[in-house]
Nanobody
Framework: QVQLVESGGGLVQPGGSLRLSCAAS????????MNWYRQAPGKERELVAT????????NYAVSVKGRFTISRDNAENTVSLQMNSLKPEDTAVYYC?????????WGKGTLVTVSS
């Protein structure tokens, strides 16, 4: 079955960096685009970054453009999110996601807290 397992979250000071990873299994990873979403306390889940199956197309939310970088390794079945210049408003649970023709899959999320 499809599994998405996020890792790399934690507590970081404002201006710091974190790298999130998502290990994927149970489907042909190199055939599907991947997404990172986040959900802050009391807010709706929002799309943060998208990467095409080949990795040659990426897109970002305006709020993270220039600070976050999404990448993937199709040999290792992983997708990563490098987060730099973190702000307190980046505090959220970050989720890995993929969509197929008739289904959508989510990981359980990893918590990122940006605080001094």
């Amino acid at each position: 079955q499809v599994q998405l397992v996020e890792s790399g979250g934690g507590l970081v000071q404002p201006g710091g960096s974190l790298r999130l990873s998502c290990a994927a299994s149970g489907f042909p990873f190199s055939s599907y685009g991947m997404n990172w979403y986040r959900q802050a306390p009391g807010k709706e889940r929002e799309l943060v970054a998208t990467i095409a199956n080949t990795g040659d197309y990426t897109n970002y939310a305006v709020s993270v453009k220039g600070r976050f970088t999404i990448s993937r390794d199709n040999a290792e079945n992983t997708v990563s999110l490098q987060m730099n210049s973190l702000k307190p408003e980046d505090t959220a649970v970050y989720y890995c996601n993929t969509r197929m023709l008739f289904a959508e899959y989510w990981g359980k999320g990893t918590l990122v807290t940006v605080s001094s």
